[in-house]
Structures are given as C-alpha cells and as structure tokens.
C-alpha cells in the first residue's frame, strides 16, 4: 500500500463528474487499500476518488469500525434530515453546518463488482452522502444554508 496526494479545493479536478468504475481488476483493489491508507493517515473518515486524482465513481469510507468501499454508488432511499458540522479532506482547516438526510439507502458495488446495498444512519449516513457528491463534483460547502435535504 502507498499514500496518495490528497487534492485539494480549488483544483478543478474536484469539479468534474466521474465515469463508472467498469474494470474490477487487481489496480483496482491496489487503488482503494491506497485511499483507506491515505484516508486513515490523513485522520479523515472519507475518500472519493477524485480527492486522489481518480475521476471514477468510488469512495471510502471508514467510521470506527465500520469500514466500507462504494464502487458506482447511487442513493436509492432517504428519510429525515440532520444539520451538523462537516468537513473535507480537500478543504483543509474549515468546517460548516449542512443539512443531510438522517438515513441513507445505496446501491453499489464492491470492489469485485458484486451488487451491494447498505443502509446508514446519522453521522455514517452524512459521510455517504459527502463522498458520493464528490463523484459529481460538489462539495460540501456548496450546501451551506441550502435546506433541501440532499
Ligand atoms: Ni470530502
């Protein structure tokens, strides 16, 4: 394994929107045990590819012992809502208030391109949604004081 850079806002590589991931090769699994690594190493609870310079649609996400590879992610269900702080890798040193659904529902793969659900409440269910805007582009501060649940 090997750290990666962490790009950081304004690069406008975190501005493009990500293609599918449609090779599940051993590159692959190499690329998501880097960013788990980079992840960790770096004190975050989230990484999406293009925060690593992948613009494919893929993210980590490690929450205490909770840890979990989204390969083409799509929110299929969410309910309620939670405002709280957040904060970003790629935007280093800021943190602001956004509103997120309280529980989230999404498709994905993993990284053998299996089929997967998961469910996610509460803080889990905030980094899902943080992560998968970053395959298109948005991030969190884009929200800010938006009150659409998104
Ligand atoms: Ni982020």
Redesign the pocket.
Known sequence: MALRDIVTDPNPTLRKKCRPVEVFDEKLGRLLDDMRETMKHAD?V???GP?VGILRRLAVVEVEDFYIELINPVIVKKSGSQDGPE?????PNRQESVVRPYKVTVDYQDRHGNPMTATAEGYVARAFC??ID?LDGI??YDLVGKKNAK
Not at 87 to 91: A, I, P
């Open positions: 975050g989230g990484l999406a925060q904060g970003c890798l790629s935007v943080h992560e970053h991030l969190y």
